[in-house]
């Protein structure tokens, strides 16, 4: 039995501290699929929030051959669509800011990832969850079919357009053209 199955054992047992340990576990690339669906770092907090709440709450129907992980992803990509449906986050905007001498690389990285995040967010939520769900966590199509609630063929097709359409986004084709001239 893995730890996190001993883990979700034991919080089926009342073992609070159990919870915390799976919460920090996993609190990290929850944040990071969060942000990728919804594209705001407050946001993405809140539905990590509440995808590990509604994940505590529903831990006894949890399948015992299923991953906590895969449980967890599907909780936030229903938190994200739940939030998107209340239409309480913005897209976020990153400014250059004042930055140190020596903070030019991290701004770029950080620069470039903004970018990314905005041509994923000008994809409908069902694009990016997959798109989420296969590039950030390298999830096969089966499972990413089972946490958001379609068939495998319905999953290839959606990364497929997703992709296509993200070749095509000026956000994306400014990038080519930046790196071009490099």
């Given amino acids: 039995m893995d730890e996190d199955r001993l883990l979700v054992e034991r919080c089926l047992q009342g073992d609070e501290g159990a919870f915390a340990e799976l919460f920090r576990r996993h609190e990290a690339s929850a944040v990071r699929l969060a942000y990728a669906l919804v594209g705001d770092r407050s946001a993405a907090e ?47 905007v990153v400014g250059v800011g004042e930055l140190h001498a020596d903070a030019r690389a991290d701004f770029e990285r950080q620069e470039l990832r903004a970018t990314l995040v905005g041509a994923l967010q000008s994809l409908p939520l069902p694009a990016r969850e997959v798109l989420a769900l296969r590039y950030y966590f390298d999830l096969p199509e089966a499972e ?34 930046t790196s071009d001239v490099r």
Avoid: M, Y
């Fill in 46 to 92: 809140d539905v990590k929030q509440d995808a590990f709440l509604r994940t505590f709450r529903s831990l006894d129907r949890l399948h015992a051959d299923a991953p906590f992980s895969g449980w967890l992803s599907q909780n936030l990509v229903w938190a994200a669509r739940t939030l998107q449906r209340r239409g309480h986050w913005r897209h976020e």
């Fill in 144 to 177: 990413i079919a089972r946490i958001v609630g379609c068939r495998p063929g319905t999953v290839k097709s959606r990364l497929s357009r997703a992709l296509r359409a993200l070749a095509i986004s000026p956000a994306i084709t400014g990038l080519k053209e």
